[in-house]
């Protein structure tokens, strides 16, 4: 009996050894099949300043004691991708049919090349990998830096820091302006701000921006999908302790709201002074005020969710602003271009402030939406309120009870030079028309320079809006 079994052991060892063998030559089908990626993400952390090239890799690890059939490996941006592929040593955009052996592994190797001087080309460029596998599909996210830029992640500044124009920034988090720092912002310069990046100012924020050199604030997605959506990055917020703050000649656009002000000045300057800047696309509101001191002069604020926000009283002077708004294919002109109240409402009761509101020489019209009154003054309480338009230019069927006007203009069409919705072009100069209402029907300022930064005609009234008849 012995001798038996001693014969049949080699059988039955060869037959264990064949059938193992045999199993590691077929393939798993189960879509439970254990696959391994090194990484989920390649991620492509250097600025670039010069061409050049740089690869990284990850690994697909077949964990499983069969082989097993990737049925697809896809660069998802074909060849007109900025990133380019080698899978286990062959270069490709797409490869099918590839063979992983048992509890081995292939490699993929991810390379970039970028010329950051080609302006055209986005900050962040993305891209992914698909991988198909036993009825699994797996991506896995490409992402690199395009253009050369200042790129900063959740910035804290601290003492007085100067931004100049020799490269654009992109903000990937939020900025912080200390409570004891100024930024100032050279002309020219130009700020990309990511989705969920705001601008907090507890201190200082001085832009010096200029006619043809303005500085410029958007989101950071500059394709054409894009490039001209409202609420693409928060906004500027100037908090309780901010002071002090000036913007010259510049750019806010794309933006939730586009400023934020909140709570009183805390020294005899307002919070914020604005000259001659332009506000567009915010999506809740150009200029948000929550009881603060502002002063805004020959600026335009057009086609947002609401012109100009003020809530809760505060100090306001506008001089020589247009504020505009028309429904297009990113927003409908369903609200006020100026919405003024006196309260807010704190544990379901209405609290009231004292408020100080002076419109000069201003503009206030809107068009294509269901709205038709472009100016909405609303008063709550006995406290001081004192809102005044003086030689202004404005929309509406019935004129607001607790509101002051002075020599004004009512429901004239303003005669702007081009409108154009389906193109999204608009220019609120005024046409050279004999009809247009407010040529020359305007006071005179301490403010002598337009939107353009052109002289108003001394010694003679002045036009309404922003932009000066030449």
């Not at 500027?236 to 002090?244: P, V």
């Not at 000036?246 to 934020?260: D, G, P």
């Not at 028309?326 to 409908?332: C, G, L, P, Q, V």
């Amino acid at each position: 009996m012995k001798r038996k079994l001693f014969f049949y052991f080699p059988i039955a060892f060869c037959i264990i050894f064949f059938m193992t063998s045999c199993n590691k030559e077929n393939f798993i089908t189960s879509s439970d099949a254990s696959l391994f990626f090194t990484s989920d993400s390649i991620k492509f952390d250097t600025v670039f300043t010069s061409v050049g090239s740089i690869t990284k890799s990850f690994k697909i690890i077949n964990q499983n004691n069969q082989k097993l059939l990737l049925s697809e490996i896809k660069l998802m941006g074909g060849t007109q991708s900025a990133f380019r592929l080698n899978i286990n040593g062959t270069a490709a955009t797409q490869l099918n049919n590839i063979e992983i052996d048992a509890n081995d592994s292939i490699y993929i190797f991810v390379a970039i090349t970028i010329n950051p001087t080609q302006q055209n080309l986005p900050f962040i460029l993305s891209d992914s990998i698909k991988i198909n596998y036993t009825g699994n599909e797996k991506f896995i996210q490409l992402q690199a830096y395009g253009q050369n830029a200042h790129f900063l992640t959740n910035e804290n500044i601290i003492g007085d820091v100067s931004w100049q124009n020799d490269l654009p920034y992109v903000i990937l988090g939020s900025i912080h302006i200390n409570e004891s720092a100024v930024l100032t912002i050279e002309s020219g310069t130009k700020i990309f701000v990511h989705a969920n990046a705001p601008i907090l100012v507890d201190g200082t924020l001085m832009t010096q921006g200029a006619k043809n050199d303005e500085v410029i604030f958007t989101g950071d997605r500059l394709d054409n999908d894009y490039s001209n959506l409202p609420a693409s990055w928060p906004g500027i917020i100037f908090r309780t302790s901010s002071k002090n703050n000036v913007l010259h000649f510049t750019v806010i656009k794309n933006a939730y709201q586009a400023i934020l002000a909140l709570d009183p000045s805390i020294n005899t300057f307002p919070k914020v002074s604005i000259h001659q800047c332009t506000i567009n696309n915010a999506y809740d509101a150009g200029i948000f005020s929550n009881h603060s001191d502002l002063l805004v002069e020959n600026s335009l604020i057009s086609n947002c969710g609401t012109g100009i926000r003020i809530i809760n009283g505060g100090n306001y002077e506008f001089v020589n602003c247009t504020s505009v708004g028309y429904s297009n294919d990113f927003m409908s002109h369903n609200k006020p271009t100026l919405n003024v109240s006196n309260y807010i409402y704190q544990n379901g009761n209405p609290i009231a402030s004292d408020l100080s509101a002076q419109f000069t020489n201003c503009i206030f019209w809107g068009e294509g939406g269901t709205n038709t009154e472009e100016i909405f003054v609303d008063k709550f309480g006995n406290t001081l309120f004192d809102v005044s338009f003086n030689h202004t230019l404005y929309k509406a069927d019935v004129d607001p009870i607790d509101a002051n006007f002075i020599t004004s203009i009512k429901n004239q069409d303003p005669h702007f030079d081009s409108v154009d919705v389906f193109n999204n072009y608009y220019d609120f100069r005024i046409k050279n028309n004999p009809f247009a209402p407010g040529i020359d029907q305007g006071i005179n300022t301490i403010y002598l320079n337009d939107l353009d930064n052109q002289t108003r005609i001394s010694g003679l009234t002045t036009d309404m809006g922003c932009y000066e008849k030449q």
